[in-house]
């Protein structure tokens, strides 16, 4: 199994998505938020920040981190444990610190997400739930409890109407 973390920075109604290379073996030419593997011995908040500064080259506020939810894909070897997080204050100016791993790095407004090829179904889903993107149109109410590296509560809200049936989101 494969253990990953993403974030979603969140400026002026904006979300910072990564390309990610053509070339890459996983998830080639598709839209995603900045992250990484867990490596051993570090929590998910402790990647998070590790992937933020070697991605994007910035410091993020810890205890501003809350966790969105828990993304699941595939089985066996190839399963991917994806914790998806809100990130609500880092330090310094975003910038593609790994274009080996990306050819691009763009704000993307909450309604630009539905026309963009995304890593996974439920990343435009799972970023219109975040606060500063309240929608009236939610495409579920369905809601999971769970918690984060510090053990707070943090709700998580999924598309329940997701065309691909291989990725769960809790």
Known sequence: MHVVVTGALVENDAVLLVHRRPTKRAYPDVWDLPGGQVEAGESELQALAREMHEELGVHIVAESASRLGVLHAGSGEDALHVGVWQIGDWVGSPTNRASDEHDDIAWVGINELDGLPLVHGVLAAMV???????????HSDATDRNQDDRGTKTDCRACAGTASSSIRWD
């Open 128 to 138: 219109h739930s975040l606060p500063e993107f309240e929608c009236a149109h939610r």
